[in-house]
Protein backbone atom coordinates (compact mmCIF):
# COMPACT_ATOMS: atom_id res chain seq x y z
CA UNK A 1 0.00 0.00 0.00
CA UNK A 2 1.31 3.45 -1.04
CA UNK A 3 1.75 5.92 1.11
CA UNK A 4 -1.27 8.48 -0.52
CA UNK A 5 -3.53 4.80 -0.32
CA UNK A 6 -2.43 4.88 3.33
CA UNK A 7 -3.67 8.57 3.82
CA UNK A 8 -7.14 7.57 1.98
CA UNK A 9 -7.94 4.65 4.29
CA UNK A 10 -6.64 6.65 7.40
CA UNK A 11 -9.11 9.51 6.81
CA UNK A 12 -12.03 7.70 6.22
CA UNK A 13 -11.43 6.19 10.00
CA UNK A 14 -10.35 9.65 11.41
CA UNK A 15 -13.67 11.06 10.21
CA UNK A 16 -15.85 7.82 11.21
CA UNK A 17 -14.15 7.44 14.44
CA UNK A 18 -14.12 11.13 15.89
CA UNK A 19 -17.91 10.65 15.32
CA UNK A 20 -18.05 7.98 17.24
CA UNK A 21 -15.84 10.00 20.00
CA UNK A 22 -19.03 11.87 19.86
CA UNK A 23 -21.47 9.52 19.95
CA UNK A 24 -20.73 7.09 22.23
CA UNK A 25 -19.87 9.23 25.48
CA UNK A 26 -21.94 11.74 25.23
CA UNK A 27 -25.37 10.30 23.83
CA UNK A 28 -26.72 9.10 26.92
CA UNK A 29 -25.83 12.67 28.50
CA UNK A 30 -28.25 14.51 25.62
CA UNK A 31 -30.57 11.77 25.92
CA UNK A 32 -31.00 12.54 29.58
CA UNK A 33 -30.45 16.49 29.21
CA UNK A 34 -33.69 16.51 27.84
CA UNK A 35 -35.87 14.61 29.97
CA UNK A 36 -35.24 10.94 29.35
CA UNK A 37 -34.68 8.39 31.88
CA UNK A 38 -32.21 5.63 31.83
CA UNK A 39 -34.98 2.80 29.90
CA UNK A 40 -34.92 5.99 27.27
CA UNK A 41 -31.30 5.77 27.08
CA UNK A 42 -31.03 2.24 27.02
CA UNK A 43 -33.64 2.19 24.55
CA UNK A 44 -31.53 4.64 21.97
CA UNK A 45 -28.85 2.81 22.34
CA UNK A 46 -30.45 -0.96 21.47
CA UNK A 47 -31.54 0.78 18.49
CA UNK A 48 -28.18 1.48 17.11
CA UNK A 49 -26.73 -1.95 17.90
CA UNK A 50 -30.15 -2.80 16.24
CA UNK A 51 -28.97 -1.11 13.16
CA UNK A 52 -25.84 -3.35 13.17
CA UNK A 53 -28.07 -6.38 13.04
CA UNK A 54 -29.68 -5.50 10.41
CA UNK A 55 -27.87 -3.23 8.07
CA UNK A 56 -24.34 -4.84 7.84
CA UNK A 57 -25.63 -7.89 6.11
CA UNK A 58 -28.01 -6.52 3.55
CA UNK A 59 -25.62 -3.70 2.67
CA UNK A 60 -22.82 -6.09 1.90
CA UNK A 61 -25.19 -8.38 -0.26
CA UNK A 62 -25.81 -5.44 -2.69
CA UNK A 63 -22.09 -4.30 -2.41
CA UNK A 64 -20.97 -7.66 -3.49
CA UNK A 65 -23.45 -7.30 -6.51
CA UNK A 66 -22.46 -3.90 -7.56
CA UNK A 67 -19.48 -2.88 -9.92
CA UNK A 68 -19.29 0.64 -8.58
CA UNK A 69 -18.97 -0.45 -4.26
CA UNK A 70 -17.21 2.91 -3.77
CA UNK A 71 -20.59 4.35 -4.73
CA UNK A 72 -22.46 2.49 -2.01
CA UNK A 73 -19.98 3.81 0.55
CA UNK A 74 -20.10 7.43 -0.63
CA UNK A 75 -24.37 6.74 -0.52
CA UNK A 76 -24.48 5.28 2.89
CA UNK A 77 -22.47 8.05 4.44
CA UNK A 78 -24.53 10.81 2.96
CA UNK A 79 -27.92 9.68 3.97
CA UNK A 80 -26.18 8.92 7.60
CA UNK A 81 -25.68 12.54 7.72
CA UNK A 82 -28.91 13.33 6.65
CA UNK A 83 -30.57 11.32 9.48
CA UNK A 84 -28.49 12.89 12.19
CA UNK A 85 -28.97 16.17 11.33
CA UNK A 86 -32.68 15.22 12.11
CA UNK A 87 -31.66 15.30 15.56
CA UNK A 88 -31.20 19.05 15.27
CA UNK A 89 -35.60 19.18 14.83
CA UNK A 90 -36.47 16.33 17.20
CA UNK A 91 -35.29 15.49 20.44
CA UNK A 92 -38.10 13.63 22.05
CA UNK A 93 -41.06 11.51 21.36
CA UNK A 94 -41.72 8.82 19.15
CA UNK A 95 -39.62 11.06 16.17
CA UNK A 96 -36.53 10.52 18.43
CA UNK A 97 -36.45 6.99 18.27
CA UNK A 98 -37.23 6.72 14.35
CA UNK A 99 -34.41 9.41 13.50
CA UNK A 100 -32.37 7.21 16.05
CA UNK A 101 -33.14 3.96 13.85
CA UNK A 102 -32.75 5.43 10.58
CA UNK A 103 -28.84 7.07 11.58
CA UNK A 104 -28.21 3.44 13.16
CA UNK A 105 -28.89 1.44 9.58
CA UNK A 106 -27.08 4.18 7.21
CA UNK A 107 -24.05 4.64 10.19
CA UNK A 108 -23.42 1.18 10.81
CA UNK A 109 -23.44 -0.32 7.31
CA UNK A 110 -20.34 1.35 5.83
CA UNK A 111 -17.98 0.59 8.41
CA UNK A 112 -18.05 -3.64 7.63
CA UNK A 113 -17.68 -2.95 4.26
CA UNK A 114 -15.04 -0.30 4.53
CA UNK A 115 -12.87 -2.60 7.28
CA UNK A 116 -13.26 -5.37 4.27
CA UNK A 117 -11.68 -2.62 1.79
CA UNK A 118 -9.32 -2.35 3.86
CA UNK A 119 -8.37 -5.54 4.66
CA UNK A 120 -8.44 -6.69 1.01
CA UNK A 121 -5.82 -3.74 0.01
CA UNK A 122 -3.76 -4.76 2.51
CA UNK A 123 -3.50 -8.44 1.27
CA UNK A 124 -0.99 -10.41 2.63
CA UNK A 125 -0.02 -7.32 5.21
CA UNK A 126 -3.09 -7.42 7.00
CA UNK A 127 -1.13 -7.53 10.12
CA UNK A 128 -0.52 -3.65 9.31
CA UNK A 129 -4.22 -3.00 9.31
CA UNK A 130 -3.61 -1.29 13.40
CA UNK A 131 -1.64 0.78 11.70
CA UNK A 132 -4.63 2.15 10.00
CA UNK A 133 -7.27 1.58 12.40
CA UNK A 134 -5.05 3.94 14.49
CA UNK A 135 -6.23 6.87 12.85
CA UNK A 136 -10.02 6.56 14.17
CA UNK A 137 -9.09 6.10 17.52
CA UNK A 138 -6.73 9.35 17.04
CA UNK A 139 -10.47 11.25 15.93
CA UNK A 140 -12.34 9.39 19.13
CA UNK A 141 -9.29 10.82 21.07
CA UNK A 142 -9.71 14.16 19.53
CA UNK A 143 -13.61 14.24 20.24
CA UNK A 144 -13.72 12.85 23.55
CA UNK A 145 -11.40 14.79 25.44
CA UNK A 146 -12.89 17.93 24.11
CA UNK A 147 -16.82 17.31 23.82
CA UNK A 148 -17.05 17.10 27.62
CA UNK A 149 -15.37 20.29 28.40
CA UNK A 150 -17.06 22.29 25.25
CA UNK A 151 -20.62 21.05 26.36
CA UNK A 152 -20.07 22.18 30.08
CA UNK A 153 -19.61 25.37 28.56
CA UNK A 154 -21.90 25.58 25.46
CA UNK A 155 -24.62 23.10 26.91
CA UNK A 156 -26.02 20.04 25.32
CA UNK A 157 -27.81 21.64 22.59
CA UNK A 158 -24.35 21.81 21.05
CA UNK A 159 -23.94 18.05 21.05
CA UNK A 160 -25.44 17.39 17.35
CA UNK A 161 -24.17 20.75 16.15
CA UNK A 162 -20.69 19.64 17.12
CA UNK A 163 -21.43 16.42 15.85
CA UNK A 164 -22.27 16.85 11.89
CA UNK A 165 -19.08 17.94 10.74
CA UNK A 166 -17.13 14.69 11.69
CA UNK A 167 -20.22 12.98 9.33
CA UNK A 168 -19.18 15.69 6.74
CA UNK A 169 -15.21 14.58 7.02
CA UNK A 170 -16.44 10.92 6.75
CA UNK A 171 -18.61 11.59 3.65
CA UNK A 172 -15.76 13.50 2.43
CA UNK A 173 -13.52 10.08 2.96
CA UNK A 174 -15.42 8.34 1.17
CA UNK A 175 -15.64 10.16 -1.67
CA UNK A 176 -11.79 9.42 -2.12
CA UNK A 177 -13.04 5.69 -2.17
CA UNK A 178 -15.40 6.79 -4.97
CA UNK A 179 -13.75 4.49 -7.58
CA UNK A 180 -12.29 1.64 -5.97
CA UNK A 181 -12.68 -1.19 -7.40
CA UNK A 182 -15.25 -4.49 -6.64
CA UNK A 183 -14.02 -7.19 -4.63
CA UNK A 184 -13.97 -10.60 -6.17
CA UNK A 185 -17.12 -11.67 -6.89
CA UNK A 186 -18.61 -14.58 -4.02
CA UNK A 187 -19.33 -18.03 -4.61
CA UNK A 188 -22.31 -19.08 -5.93
CA UNK A 189 -24.88 -20.32 -3.66
CA UNK A 190 -25.80 -19.09 0.11
CA UNK A 191 -22.55 -17.39 1.44
CA UNK A 192 -23.69 -16.99 4.94
CA UNK A 193 -24.67 -20.30 5.42
CA UNK A 194 -21.11 -21.43 3.70
CA UNK A 195 -19.35 -18.93 5.70
CA UNK A 196 -21.21 -19.95 9.00
CA UNK A 197 -20.02 -23.87 8.34
CA UNK A 198 -16.54 -22.80 7.70
CA UNK A 199 -14.13 -24.82 11.59
CA UNK A 200 -14.00 -21.92 14.30
CA UNK A 201 -16.40 -19.33 13.03
CA UNK A 202 -19.63 -20.07 14.92
CA UNK A 203 -16.78 -19.86 18.36
CA UNK A 204 -14.94 -16.72 17.21
CA UNK A 205 -18.70 -14.98 16.61
CA UNK A 206 -20.37 -16.35 20.11
CA UNK A 207 -16.76 -14.87 21.88
CA UNK A 208 -17.07 -11.40 20.31
CA UNK A 209 -20.90 -11.39 20.94
CA UNK A 210 -20.12 -11.96 24.74
CA UNK A 211 -17.41 -9.59 24.93
CA UNK A 212 -19.86 -6.86 22.96
CA UNK A 213 -22.38 -7.55 26.15
CA UNK A 214 -20.12 -6.88 28.40
CA UNK A 215 -19.25 -3.19 26.85
CA UNK A 216 -22.85 -2.79 27.20
CA UNK A 217 -22.76 -0.65 30.49
CA UNK A 218 -19.43 0.87 29.19
CA UNK A 219 -21.04 2.43 26.11
CA UNK A 220 -24.72 3.16 27.90
CA UNK A 221 -23.70 4.71 31.09
CA UNK A 222 -20.20 4.61 31.80
CA UNK A 223 -20.19 8.53 31.47
CA UNK A 224 -23.38 8.55 33.91
CA UNK A 225 -21.78 6.75 36.27
CA UNK A 226 -18.70 8.91 36.41
CA UNK A 227 -20.75 12.13 36.92
CA UNK A 228 -23.00 10.33 39.56
CA UNK A 229 -19.19 9.82 41.53
CA UNK A 230 -19.03 13.64 41.28
CA UNK A 231 -16.96 14.20 38.32
CA UNK A 232 -16.95 17.09 36.07
CA UNK A 233 -17.38 17.09 32.03
CA UNK A 234 -13.43 17.96 31.93
CA UNK A 235 -12.74 14.51 34.07
CA UNK A 236 -15.09 12.67 31.90
CA UNK A 237 -13.56 13.83 28.78
CA UNK A 238 -9.79 12.72 30.29
CA UNK A 239 -10.90 9.94 31.33
CA UNK A 240 -12.01 8.72 27.97
CA UNK A 241 -8.88 10.07 26.50
CA UNK A 242 -6.54 8.18 28.55
CA UNK A 243 -8.63 5.35 27.12
CA UNK A 244 -8.10 6.43 23.57
CA UNK A 245 -4.33 7.36 23.95
CA UNK A 246 -3.80 3.55 25.31
CA UNK A 247 -5.62 2.35 22.48
CA UNK A 248 -3.34 4.34 19.52
CA UNK A 249 -0.64 3.15 21.38
CA UNK A 250 -1.73 -0.74 21.25
CA UNK A 251 -3.00 -0.11 17.96
CA UNK A 252 0.37 0.92 16.40
CA UNK A 253 2.24 -2.42 18.58
CA UNK A 254 -0.62 -4.52 17.65
CA UNK A 255 1.01 -5.97 14.51
CA UNK A 256 3.76 -7.19 16.66
CA UNK A 257 2.20 -8.66 19.06
CA UNK A 258 -0.01 -10.28 17.03
CA UNK A 259 2.96 -11.54 15.00
CA UNK A 260 4.97 -12.64 18.13
CA UNK A 261 1.55 -14.45 20.12
CA UNK A 262 -1.02 -15.50 17.59
CA UNK A 263 -4.57 -14.61 17.72
CA UNK A 264 -6.00 -16.73 20.21
CA UNK A 265 -3.60 -16.13 23.14
CA UNK A 266 -3.58 -12.52 22.70
CA UNK A 267 -7.35 -12.78 22.45
CA UNK A 268 -7.74 -14.61 25.41
CA UNK A 269 -5.33 -12.25 27.81
CA UNK A 270 -7.86 -9.16 26.64
CA UNK A 271 -10.61 -10.99 27.73
CA UNK A 272 -9.31 -11.02 30.84
CA UNK A 273 -8.16 -7.89 31.48
CA UNK A 274 -12.16 -7.03 30.47
CA UNK A 275 -13.28 -8.70 33.23
CA UNK A 276 -10.58 -6.73 35.25
CA UNK A 277 -11.65 -3.63 34.29
CA UNK A 278 -15.48 -4.14 34.66
CA UNK A 279 -14.57 -5.17 38.19
CA UNK A 280 -13.12 -1.77 39.04
CA UNK A 281 -15.41 0.55 37.42
CA UNK A 282 -18.16 -1.29 39.39
CA UNK A 283 -16.60 -0.28 42.95
CA UNK A 284 -14.12 2.57 42.17
CA UNK A 285 -15.78 5.15 40.25
CA UNK A 286 -15.50 7.83 42.57
CA UNK A 287 -11.53 7.02 42.56
CA UNK A 288 -9.80 9.40 39.71
CA UNK A 289 -6.99 7.15 39.99
CA UNK A 290 -8.89 3.84 39.51
CA UNK A 291 -10.71 5.03 36.90
CA UNK A 292 -7.48 5.97 35.34
CA UNK A 293 -6.34 2.54 35.87
CA UNK A 294 -9.20 1.27 34.39
CA UNK A 295 -8.90 3.09 31.01
CA UNK A 296 -5.00 1.91 30.61
CA UNK A 297 -7.08 -1.58 30.24
CA UNK A 298 -8.92 -0.21 27.36
CA UNK A 299 -5.35 -0.95 25.06
CA UNK A 300 -6.57 -4.32 25.54
CA UNK A 301 -10.16 -4.87 25.87
CA UNK A 302 -10.61 -2.74 22.60
CA UNK A 303 -7.19 -1.84 20.59
CA UNK A 304 -5.22 -5.31 20.90
CA UNK A 305 -8.85 -7.74 21.47
CA UNK A 306 -9.74 -5.54 18.06
CA UNK A 307 -6.62 -6.51 16.23
CA UNK A 308 -6.76 -10.26 17.21
CA UNK A 309 -10.08 -10.31 15.87
CA UNK A 310 -9.09 -9.13 12.49
CA UNK A 311 -5.94 -10.94 12.51
CA UNK A 312 -8.26 -14.51 12.73
CA UNK A 313 -11.08 -13.25 10.32
CA UNK A 314 -8.38 -13.25 8.11
CA UNK A 315 -7.02 -16.93 8.90
CA UNK A 316 -10.63 -17.87 8.73
CA UNK A 317 -11.61 -15.93 5.44
CA UNK A 318 -8.60 -15.66 3.61
CA UNK A 319 -10.48 -15.34 -0.12
CA UNK A 320 -11.03 -11.71 -1.03
CA UNK A 321 -14.39 -12.70 -2.20
CA UNK A 322 -15.76 -13.67 1.21
CA UNK A 323 -13.91 -10.51 3.24
CA UNK A 324 -17.69 -8.37 2.92
CA UNK A 325 -19.88 -11.09 3.85
CA UNK A 326 -17.66 -11.96 6.46
CA UNK A 327 -17.22 -8.83 8.03
CA UNK A 328 -21.01 -8.14 7.49
CA UNK A 329 -21.11 -11.61 9.95
CA UNK A 330 -19.17 -10.16 12.64
CA UNK A 331 -20.48 -6.60 12.91
CA UNK A 332 -24.07 -8.30 13.38
CA UNK A 333 -23.16 -11.06 15.84
CA UNK A 334 -20.95 -8.49 17.99
CA UNK A 335 -21.98 -4.68 17.84
CA UNK A 336 -25.41 -5.78 16.59
CA UNK A 337 -26.97 -8.53 18.73
CA UNK A 338 -24.42 -8.44 21.41
CA UNK A 339 -25.03 -4.67 21.20
CA UNK A 340 -28.71 -4.36 21.67
CA UNK A 341 -28.21 -7.09 24.22
CA UNK A 342 -25.99 -5.37 25.99
CA UNK A 343 -27.76 -2.30 26.37
CA UNK A 344 -30.92 -3.88 27.38
CA UNK A 345 -29.00 -6.03 30.04
CA UNK A 346 -27.35 -2.44 30.68
CA UNK A 347 -30.46 -0.22 31.65
CA UNK A 348 -32.22 -3.17 33.13
CA UNK A 349 -29.07 -3.39 35.70
CA UNK A 350 -28.75 0.62 36.13
CA UNK A 351 -32.55 0.81 36.92
CA UNK A 352 -32.40 -1.43 39.58
CA UNK A 353 -28.70 -1.66 41.16
CA UNK A 354 -27.22 1.55 39.89
CA UNK A 355 -23.80 1.66 38.35
CA UNK A 356 -22.05 -1.22 40.53
CA UNK A 357 -24.59 -3.95 39.48
CA UNK A 358 -24.61 -2.86 35.80
CA UNK A 359 -20.34 -3.31 35.53
CA UNK A 360 -20.58 -6.34 37.40
CA UNK A 361 -23.17 -7.81 34.94
CA UNK A 362 -20.41 -6.89 32.12
CA UNK A 363 -17.57 -8.52 33.76
CA UNK A 364 -19.55 -11.94 34.27
CA UNK A 365 -20.13 -11.91 30.27
CA UNK A 366 -16.60 -11.02 30.53
CA UNK A 367 -15.79 -14.34 32.07
CA UNK A 368 -18.02 -16.22 30.07
CA UNK A 369 -16.26 -14.87 27.09
CA UNK A 370 -13.16 -15.95 28.56
CA UNK A 371 -14.14 -19.45 29.33
CA UNK A 372 -16.16 -19.87 25.56
CA UNK A 373 -12.39 -18.85 24.09
CA UNK A 374 -10.54 -21.24 26.45
CA UNK A 375 -12.82 -24.05 25.27
CA UNK A 376 -12.66 -23.41 21.57
CA UNK A 377 -8.62 -24.19 21.97
CA UNK A 378 -9.38 -27.60 22.70
CA UNK A 379 -10.96 -28.15 18.88
CA UNK A 380 -8.43 -25.79 16.81
CA UNK A 381 -5.12 -25.13 17.10
CA UNK A 382 -3.81 -21.56 17.54
CA UNK A 383 -2.55 -21.10 13.68
CA UNK A 384 1.74 -20.52 13.38
CA UNK A 385 2.30 -16.44 13.25
CA UNK A 386 2.41 -15.41 9.42
CA UNK A 387 6.41 -14.65 9.04
CA UNK A 388 6.40 -11.57 6.26
CA UNK A 389 9.84 -9.85 5.41
Known amino acids: MSTAEFRRYALFYLGYFGMLGAYTPYIGRWVSANGHGGYAVGAMLALWYGGRILAPPTWARQVARSRAPGHWLVAGCLLALAMFAGFARFDGGVMLFVVMGAFALFFNAVMPQFEAMTLNALGTRNHDYGKIRMWGSVGFLIVAASYGWLLDRLGNDAFVWLSLPWLVLTAAAAWLHRADPPSPAPLEGTPRERLWRRPGTRRLLGTVLLVQ ?38 FWQAPRLVQRFGAHRLIAACIFATALRWVLVAWFADSFAWMALAQTGHSLSFAAFHAGCMRRMAELFPARRDMASAQGMLSGFSGGIGGVLGAGMAALAWQHGGGTAAFMAGSVCSVAALALHLAAQRYARDPRPVETA
Not at 224 to 245: E, K, M, R, S, Y
Request: net charge negative; aromatic share 18%; glycine share 14%.
Open 213 to 250: LSFGPFYVFYTLQLQAHGHDGFTVGLLWAIGVVCEILM
